[in-house]
């Protein structure tokens, strides 16, 4: 695989930024060289030579996309853009990597499969539901279902670490479940299935390691960063109570990883990633 081939959308959100540097050779793009919403732009961008797109794009505020104005981003860029890369990646003979979420789902399953249908809850949901669907329609494509990522951005660690070096206790919701997904781990993934020609669909994307919830990630969170801060745990609906404007949010997030360990791929600990993550943060 030549880097030279691999061009990065939106090469400066979270998953964006590792991408960079796994792919140094990459053409990398961000929305003020290729607005993706912009169907002529896509279509006219100069493909010859491109064999591989990835798309780290996306509209990722969940709670703004409940908005009306926010509304018609999330589904232009999540959905209708989505579908504009499909068709160039079909018309091009270019294989096409799509990032889809946990959000995509209702989070009544415990475990989610990849052929899970879809139950979106919230209008993000809806609208990375709709882009998986466009994407199907590239014959060589990758959607990677992954959630809660933590990189080079903001984040939920980024944001805990803040609290607690401002002396905050936070309240945090307990009856979310998931698996925190460092975007090294994303990058390593896309990078397994393109290096082992695996075949083309959907693949669950997520570190390993014990299921918990963002209260019990804010505990862990402290404990390494060596902070001794206290975590009240809220049920989600304690936490919103009186809020307006907040999007509905799946209960269990937790990806099955089978399908991709199948391949061979080995997942990494999330809590062992989150170890390494805080040493950089606060070194
Ligand atoms: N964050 C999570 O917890 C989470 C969970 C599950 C799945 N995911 C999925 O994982 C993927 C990566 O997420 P992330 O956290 O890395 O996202 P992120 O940090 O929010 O970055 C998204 C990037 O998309 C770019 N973008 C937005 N509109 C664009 C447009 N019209 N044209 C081109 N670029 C545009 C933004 O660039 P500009 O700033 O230049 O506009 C931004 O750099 C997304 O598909 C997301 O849905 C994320």
Redo the contacts with the bound molecule.
Sequence with gaps: MNDKQILI??????????LQKQYPGAVA????V?????RAAVENYHWRGIKIII???????VDGAETSDGRV?AW???AT?ASYLSQVAKDNDITLI??????VFDGTNHNHKEDEPYSPLSV?GES?AA?DIAVFLAPKHYI????????D????VRTMLGLAQKGINPSVVNDQIGIL?F?SE?VRTINHLLSNSLPFGTYNATNDGEPASWADIARAIFKIAGFNTAVTDLTTEEYYKGKAGIAPRPLNSVMDLTKLHLTGFKSQDWYNDLESYIKQEVA
Excluded at 98 to 103: G, L
């Design positions: 959308i939106g090469a400066n959100g979270q998953l964006g930024r590792a793009v961000d929305s003020n290729l607005d993706i919403t912009d798309n780290a794009a996306a509209y990722t505020n981003v232009k860029v999540n853009a799509h990032i889809s979420t946990d959000y993000y990375k882009g990677l279902r992954t959630s809660w990522v933590i990189g951005g903001n984040n939920f997904t975007t994303l």
